[in-house]
């Protein structure tokens, strides 16, 4: 893998689908310039979706006068997605097992299951108001 030098890009986002795309397409980009391959592009950039869609739908819950912010860091090390919302706040122990036999046929409630399945390491950090989610993908040295 390339990926030298170190970056950083920051939006904050409307509450919107719009936004979520731009997350989306952003981290994509980002996961490309990396040197990621196009299996780990496309679990990156569904990771970011999720949180995106996370952030927008149940913790601004596309409130007009709510914000998400996105961050997305290159290190000689990892890639890190930061997406923080300005809602009631997650704890990540409340949320239901989407493997549970109760839980399989649900259409929601697997986002944070993927994004901990795509990433190396997820974080929740609680912020007054919201929450912020770390989304950390490694670079493999060659």
Do not use: C, W
Request: glycine share 6%.
């Amino acid at each position: 893998m390339t990926g030298s030098k170190a970056s950083r890009i920051t939006y904050t986002l409307d509450s919107s689908l719009d936004s979520v795309n731009r997350v989306e397409q952003t981290a994509e980009q980002v996961a490309q310039k990396a040197g990621f391959d196009d299996d780990e592009v496309f679990r990156v950039s569904m990771a970011a979706r999720e949180a995106a869609v996370n952030a927008v739908l149940h913790g601004n819950a596309y409130s007009p006068d709510k914000r998400i912010t996105a961050s997305f860091e290159t290190t000689p090390k990892s890639l890190v997605i930061r997406i923080a919302d300005q809602g009631p706040g997650l704890d990540p122990a409340t949320l239901p097992d989407p493997l549970a036999p109760d839980n399989l046929l649900r259409g929601s409630g697997r986002g944070i299951f993927l994004i901990r399945s795509f990433m190396d390491e997820v974080e929740f950090r609680m912020l007054n108001p919201g929450t912020e989610l770390t989304l950390i993908k490694h670079l493999v040295s060659a």
